[in-house]
């Protein structure tokens, strides 16, 4: 699993995924923190949330792809 590089929050993204890790007895799972420039496809997520924030014909372009939409809300 490749998961962008934030340097303030890695400690915490290590620290969990420790912990679910152990929780659901895996032991394969590899992971490595990159940055975009690293790992191009790390640019899909952000394309799609663009689009899919923008509306209009953008959000009908990348509808088909996106599966579950989840609002944040403070």
């Known amino acids: ?9 890695v400690a915490l ?7 679910y890790v152990r929780q659901l007895d895996c032991d394969t799972l590899e992971y490595r923190h990159l940055r975009a420039r690293e790992e191009p496809l790390l640019a899909v ?6 689009c899919w924030h923008r509306g209009g014909h953008w959000r009908k372009r990348v ?4 599966s579950d939409v989840q609002r944040i809300t403070e």
Do not use: C, G, T
Request: charge should be negative; proline fraction near 4%.
């Open 13 to 19: 993204d290590r620290k969990l995924l420790f912990r």
């Open 45 to 50: 997520p952000d394309a799609l949330a663009w």
């Open 1 to 9: 699993m490749v998961i962008e590089s934030d340097e303030s929050v």
């Open 63 to 66: 509808a088909s792809l996106v």
